[in-house]
């Protein structure tokens, strides 16, 4: 068995020379028998590069992104030594391919959500009635031209009979949209249900689940995204948008090599997909950008946010084009207060921050925590094979209760532009302008939030995609009218009462309508944790640039509050939940622990030597366990660090031998010296990673944790002295800091 | 020497065990003779963290970013293990410490950016005339209330005699101004000249530079800022906010021992600092922040963001409730355009950005590198020991020839905001709105932005503080209305022309003010080559959403013409050309050597060895050798490598043995072992870097820079089976990267 070698030759590797010890790598083609290599040509590339060649990764893996980074340069550097002009057009094809590629991508995205949002609003005018003069067209579009106070007569309700037969209609068609969208997800494509976006970060942040954002999930996702809307469930499109954006950035780019070839591209360009969906959900460009960047994305370069912003600018314009809503304005909700916020105001809306973050039985992270358990149990419960009856229960109780209150009955983007709005001009919106009438309306808006919030913790999680953004703002938009009401009339009854002191007479002080803007930005930070992108999302919503102030104050309250009390927002707690491989940045505070406390020890890994295996040895291993990789050592008894070799590389490597009808007994190793004459042999150098990180054991893991973020490595191997020690996995990585208890992030965000 | 150990033995460090080497590191103490620790208390937590203590930078060194956090991670872990509430106090304290630090920077900066835009428009103003009602008032408070049309009385302008004395008086003020700020500068802060932002970005990226954001720096920025503004050189003020913003997020925080004793630290409030800086010179809150993240800054945490965006927003705040100017407003130029932009526009557009960017000896990259050349040239020539008689001769000029145009002498932000307007409602900025004239105006136009160019290339690099962003946006838009009024010309004459097709009849088509604004931004980004940051402050300048297409549009074509023809933007240029030790993240692509042929080899490295050294031994060492620090093996012989010392901490540990009086020949080395019974010892593992970072010799140098960028090390060791064969320190990195030709950025950015 390959013993050609001294026991005692401790430099047993590949490397000729220490004082020259490039002299190897510089001339890497290894030498088979009659100078034919037995492999493709690309090969001899990678033993310079030295991580080795990958040949695909495996459903549930995780990528390696500084292969694929290294992979990536490497190409770069081939498509630059071109000579001449063909090299030229080579390098700017090259370069156009990637601005092409978010350019597609994001006018894809505008066109489907301009579509989607069409389709649904009139899926959801259907409920209430029809059009009389042309069955095809909405309530908007039916009534064209006729002020908000005029009565269309174009416009039939199904109740304009009595009101019993208009929610037998209304019910009737929400259960037939929600249980076919419930069908349509359960039999082709599971994968559309939910939110989307801890999958989404998950995968960004390096897993691979193939299919996730294939196909059949674009397309299902779509369609029962708009059925699911137009039903009037207590759910919102954006997360669902954003999945659907990126299942576009996940197909589109496929038709270029370039990123079909290379997962850690392929991140790039579903970052600025993310940010797509973002900017066509609220129509928020930047916003989408810095929400990809603080939410979403692994890696950002600032390479990566000018694609972003181009991809989200184009989704944003393309949407713009289509004009869903006839409205020539990007800015969805866009109110014009005429008055500014006075100072004692900051209390209340702090009070909303609180309440929208607050974890006392609430709002905020409650909801967290429901969704959470609620999640949890359908994962277990018999509730995982009755999906479809349980859509149906849930709409159908979101039907018959949100019938009964004009704020629950009405569309989320309507009622939200509503509570918003200032009452000026005699505009009455679902009643919020009435003279007097201040305590029964205040409490219909607060018994809409709470009938929402029920709704919402009940929707979250069913077989069908549904998003959490939209709900939550409504809910603390109902709940900051109602404080707004509460403040105004307090206002009005005691003017001459010290906090309103600020108060010009004669003139209205309190805005209801910013009341709401700040409760929904405070409920959506304390559900989300969002921060930045939120304050930007939140103003390109509205334009109210005046309240930039206001609305960052209660979303950093609300952060606060909900770090104190909750630990995560929703989309990191339910990667927690579901176990999802993300390495979060975060949780690096509490480790005291060193590298040799959390690898695998030497004495429980296999490993493969360098030399004296055969093709059927190496076979027997792989069948013999399932590990995702194995290192590789100079012998068993110096344990010399040669390299690593993963599974699927090892298996390639092999299954080709076979192929070419190798014999059993065929050398394999990692460089097999000329001197053994052998008629074949097989050197798996080539598929080795030759310099894979390596750390001494006294390493600490807050240390290592670093080196897994920021790297991007799938595993460091430990070794004292050139010896291996041992091996941790990302996989250990995120088993050591589960294991911990996770601090409370108010701690180490500061 | 030390001959206790057996030469054969391999595994000589102070590891006792493979199969529980974390015993001895969970019992870090080292053991004294009578049981006392010569070393302050502190100093055991670090030996479990393995990088050693760090006694101080040096100036001009590079900090250790993983040691930094490494820190910053130890202390706070300590917090949180201390019990009861002065636990959950001190956690909370040291929470608040962050906000209270950036609220307090970025108030400070709009303080000191609203003080000094008031006192340069007064001085400015001084030139023209004087209040005759109040001599303290600018032109602007002296006429308060009266149109623009209006003609204002109580303001006496010194050329209202004749036109020569008003020259005269133009000059003598803009001299004395000048040389006042060029003496201040040379006298008490040389630190305070240029626009600062290279240096601010050298500095965040790890640098320690002292004083550069010293108290000096800072006072003397301030006030001479003011001085070269009003004196109507053509210069901006927007890189030395920045810089002075960075000087006070220097200043402040060290109040809190946290941010003093750590530099990494700092540097997250310095980029916040950074954003303050840009949010007050261009009113642009998220600009700064996304300028910060995208062109400043080397790690940006979502922490960072975070804090970022509040001490961005503070100082806005703070400017606007300063309100320097008067207008309520944060949004400096806004303008309302009442027409939207055609489609043919496009092409002119397209047109300014190629002129904003091209390299043909024009503007844009021409710009940089004649700016180069002369910073280069003033290095080297007679003229940098007459700083003075050169600011003394430019401002001569600026003043000489600048009063002679409207355009040139009229201060930028005002013409700026007048060049964006659009001609409505009879207004006439300049006689920019007059009927007919066009060729005349255009011709002023465009030599008024050649003079701007010439002049704003010989007044970058003096020895004042002078930005590029104010002076690129002027003649940009001095370029782009010239341009628009040729267009507009055009249409008028032929409005059949098929290129006016969309143009409605008899509405004005053109908007020459767009023009202007477009202009700006292609200008400003053919120099910077700024990207997402460009648009979003353009955008908050202007208020211009419809206008955000566009601006994308041609800072792209600007920002891909650029990187075609030049190299890299004007600050990257100038950290090219000083030298300064900045990592580039972009310059990877072409590297294409290992990391054997990088490294200083093991030949040329003076180590240390762990065992057989005494307290003369290292002095001598520290004298002769002249490193910043020594790798640490085993012994000669076996070159195992144990660890790294840096010169800083050798040093400081020599030291306090010295000042103990200890004996010359008192041992030395990493762990001296009980055995010798020696009355006195010293162990340097204290200040040794346990765990630095190793790399296979064959590692891929582009592979080694991400380890450097990524995880911010000074150095890396490269090994092999334990064996130390050469050191790769950060300048070599540069040295390597300056070695090769850099790549144009356009191959690269796809």
């Not at 490039?22 to 088979?32: G, W």
Request: aromatic share 12%; hydrophobic share 45%; charged share 15%.
């Amino acid at each position: 068995m390959g013993g050609h070698r001294g026991q005692g030759d401790e430099d047993g590797d590949d490397t000729p020379d220490h004082h020259d010890p490039a002299a190897r790598s510089n001339d890497p083609s290894p030498i088979y028998p009659g100078g034919v290599n037995p492999y493709h040509d690309d090969a001899v590339d990678w033993v310079v590069e030295g991580t080795g060649m990958r040949v695909a990764y495996d459903d549930f893996t995780t990528i390696d992104w500084i292969h694929d980074f290294a992979q990536e340069r490497q190409r770069i550097r081939r498509l630059h030594h071109q000579p001449g002009l063909a090299g030229q057009i080579a390098v700017m094809y090259d370069w156009v391919q990637g601005w092409i590629v978010v350019l597609a991508v994001g006018v894809a995205a505008g066109i489907v959500a301009g579509g989607s949002d069409i389709a649904s609003q009139w899926l959801g005018d259907i409920k209430e009635g029809y059009c009389d003069t042309a069955l095809y067209l909405n309530r908007n579009f039916c009534c064209w031209g006729l002020d908000e106070t005029d009565t269309c007569t174009d416009w039939v309700p199904w109740n304009s009979a009595t009101f019993v037969v208009g929610y037998i209609f209304y019910i009737i068609f929400a259960l037939m949209f929600a249980t076919t969208a419930a069908y349509l997800v359960k039999t082709f494509a599971p994968y559309a249900e939910g939110s989307g976006i801890p999958e989404v970060k998950t995968i960004l942040g390096g897993f691979v689940i193939r299919h996730y954002l294939g196909l059949e999930t674009l397309v299902i996702k779509t369609v029962t995204l708009v059925l699911s809307t137009a039903a009037g469930l207590s759910l919102g499109k954006e997360g669902p948008l954003l999945h659907i954006a990126c299942c576009i950035g996940n197909i589109l780019p496929r038709i270029f090599p370039k990123f079909k070839k290379n997962e850690a591209r392929m991140r790039e360009i579903l970052s600025a997909a993310a940010s797509a969906g973002i900017s066509v959900a609220f129509g928020a460009p930047i916003g989408g950008v810095v929400f990809s960047l603080e939410e979403m994305s692994y890696y950002f370069s600032s390479d990566t946010m000018w694609h972003s912003f181009f991809c989200a600018m184009a989704a944003a314009v393309a949407l713009k084009l289509i004009d869903p809503f006839r409205t020539e304005k990007l800015v969805v909700f866009q109110v014009s207060y005429n008055r500014d916020w006075h100072g004692f105001e900051m209390f209340f809306y702090m009070l909303l921050g609180i309440l929208g973050a607050s974890d006392l039985g609430l709002w905020g992270a409650f909801f967290i925590r429901m969704n959470l358990r609620l999640a949890a149990f359908r994962k277990t419960s018999w509730l995982r094979i009755f999906p479809i009856y349980e859509v149906f229960a849930v709409c159908l109780l979101t039907a018959a209760v949100g019938y009964l209150n004009i704020f629950t009955r009405v569309q989320s983007p309507e009622l939200l532009a509503n509570l918003f709005r200032e009452c000026d001009g005699g505009a009455n919106y679902h009643g919020l302008c009435d003279e007097g009438g201040a305590t029964l309306r205040v409490l219909s808006l607060l018994s809409a939030s709470g009938v929402k919030g029920v709704l919402t913790i009940l929707t979250f999680g069913l077989a069908i995609p549904a998003g959490i953004f939209m709900p939550s703002m409504v809910i603390g938009a109902l709940f900051g009218r109602a404080l707004g009401i509460i403040v105004q009339s307090w206002q009005l009854s005691h003017p001459g009462f010290w906090l309103f002191a600020s108060c010009l007479p004669d003139v209205p002080c309190v805005t209801p309508g910013s009341y709401a803007m700040v409760g929904a930005a405070a409920f959506m930070g304390g559900v989300t944790r969002m921060t930045v992108s939120l304050v930007i999302i939140m103003f390109e919503l509205t334009g109210a640039l005046t309240y930039v102030l206001p609305i960052m104050i209660v979303v950093m309250t609300s952060k606060w509050v909900g770090d104190a009390f909750g630990k995560e927002g929703i989309f990191d707690g339910i990667i927690l939940l579901c176990g999802y491989p993300f390495l979060d940045d975060k949780e690096q505070y509490r480790l005291n622990t060193t590298a040799s406390q959390v690898m695998t020890p030497v004495e429980d890994i296999v490993v493969v030597t360098a030399t004296g295996n055969t093709l059927d040895s190496l076979d027997n291993l792989l069948h013999e366990t399932h590990y995702k990789g194995y290192p590789v050592v100079n012998s068993l008894r110096d344990m010399m660090l040669v390299g690593y070799i993963s599974r699927t590389e090892l298996r390639y490597a092999i299954d080709e031998a076979r192929r070419r009808n190798l014999p059993g007994n065929t050398p394999a190793g990692n460089v097999v010296p000329i001197l053994e004459n052998t008629p074949a042999f097989i050197e798996f150098r080539l598929w080795m990673d030759q310099t894979p990180i390596t750390v001494s054991h006294r390493f600490p893991m807050d240390q290592v944790i670093v080196i897994f973020r920021r790297l991007g490595v799938r595993y460091v191997l430990c070794t004292q002295h050139g010896q291996l020690l041992g091996l941790i996995t990302k996989k250990d990585v995120l088993k050591h800091m589960a294991s911990i208890e996770h601090p409370s992030e108010q701690e180490t965000s500061s």
